[in-house]
Structure formats: structure tokens, C-alpha cells
């Protein structure tokens, strides 16, 4: 029979909770999000990566 058990096909550095007015986005928490083959979505927290946490920051601070 064929293993059935989803698996990770993408992860990213996703916020615990959106920041507050007060906050920026370097002063909330971070984890990272997996997309799973079977189309849902697992956060996990865990540190993410840097350079791509730094990427993704940037980006949302330029959207401001």
C-alpha cells in the first residue's frame, strides 16, 4: 500500500501574530509556515531562516 502521509513541499518564515500599531515587524515573533503535498498547512515554531526572514521583512516594510 502507498504511504499516504503528507510531506512538506514548501516552508517560509510566517509571524506568530501580525504586529500590533506599536510594532514593528522585526520586533514580533516569528515561526515558519510548511505547505504540506495534501493542500494544508502546518506553522511550526521554530526559528526561520534568516536571509529569507530578512528578505520577507524588507519586503513588507516596503509595502508600508
Given at each position: 500500500?502507498?504511504?499516504?502521509?503528507?510531506?512538506?513541499?514548501?516552508?517560509?518564515?510566517?509571524?506568530?501574530?501580525?504586529?500590533?500599531?506599536?510594532?514593528?515587524?522585526?520586533?514580533?515573533?516569528?515561526?515558519?509556515?510548511?505547505?504540506?503535498?495534501?493542500?494544508?498547512?502546518?506553522?511550526?515554531?521554530e526559528?526561520?531562516?534568516?536571509?529569507e526572514?530578512?528578505?520577507?521583512?524588507?519586503?513588507?516594510?516596503?509595502?508600508?
Open positions: 500500500m502507498k504511504n499516504s502521509n503528507p510531506y512538506v513541499i514548501r516552508r517560509f518564515p510566517y509571524w506568530v501574530a501580525p504586529p500590533e500599531p506599536h510594532e514593528t515587524f522585526r520586533d514580533i515573533e516569528w515561526g515558519v509556515m510548511e505547505v504540506l503535498s495534501d493542500d494544508t498547512l502546518r506553522f511550526v515554531y526559528q526561520p531562516d534568516q536571509a526572514l530578512e528578505k520577507l521583512i524588507k519586503h513588507l516594510e516596503s509595502q508600508c
